[in-house]
């Protein structure tokens, strides 16, 4: 079957560093996204890997492993506002999205 | 600005009523997604349409269903409310099938079925 696991929560300090780590089966792949969702919002696009290596956009990065379907979001200098859940989704061969529960991160000050 | 709205918000229903949740989206895209939200899941996809006239099963659809008569917009309706069905919905498009281009997402439905 298909599954994506990721941590169920998170906590981080303020300017710190976290990474947040999801593990994928899926019958084919055509890539990974992370998407981010503050609480009572619509997730909203953040990266997508579909190439071994790391993405870097500003304090986000995103590295993917295709051999050992892993894929980690890295989030640089922590700010509150960062506090949110995120999505990690992979792409199957039929190109439908298969979604994580998420991980919820919570900074503290 | 493209934008895809989501009416209404919030719903109250009883089991049994039909219901329709709207999504209208402006980004001209032809893929449109209806998923469903619940605490311990990930996104779980009910229907999806890859252009006018066409709409597929997703993993969770039964009691649901919808329509595509036009690009912009992907109704979904649940025949007989069930509280199983109290949940959050997304609509979402994305701008071609075979693709990797990311998924726009509305602010979602809260359906409270009593």
């Known amino acids: 079957g298909q599954n994506i696991d990721q941590p169920t929560e998170m906590t981080a300090t303020e300017g710190a560093i976290v990474q947040i780590n999801c593990t994928y089966q899926t019958s084919g792949f055509n890539g990974l996204f992370w998407y981010q969702q503050h609480a009572g919002e619509a997730p909203t696009f953040l990266s997508y890997?579909?190439l071994d290596g790391l993405e870097e956009k500003g304090r986000f990065s995103s590295f993917l492993s295709r051999s050992k379907g892993y894929s980690y979001l890295l989030l640089k200098e922590l700010q509150m506002k960062d506090s949110a859940s995120y999505l990690c989704?992979?792409?199957?061969?039929?190109?439908?999205?298969?979604w994580g529960a998420g991980t919820k991160l919570i900074i503290k000050p | 600005d493209a934008e895809i709205t989501q009416s209404p918000r919030h719903k109250i229903t009883e089991t049994g009523r039909q219901v329709t949740l709207a999504c209208h989206q402006t980004?001209?895209?032809?893929?449109m997604f209806w998923y469903r939200q619940d605490l311990g899941h990930g996104l779980r996809l009910i229907h999806y349409s890859y252009g006018v006239q066409d709409t597929n099963k997703g993993e969770v659809s039964d009691g649901y269903s919808v329509s595509r008569s036009n690009t912009e917009d992907l109704p979904l309706t649940l025949e007989s409310a069930a509280s199983s069905q109290t949940s959050v919905y997304f609509c979402?498009?994305?701008?071609?099938?075979?693709?990797?281009?990311?998924?726009?997402f509305g602010q979602g439905t809260r359906l409270t079925v009593v």
């Open positions: 980004w001209n895209h032809n893929n």
């Open positions: 989704a992979g792409l199957d061969s039929n190109y439908q999205l298969i």
């Open positions: 890997n579909v």
């Open positions: 979402a498009s994305s701008e071609s099938a075979e693709s990797n281009t990311e998924a726009f």
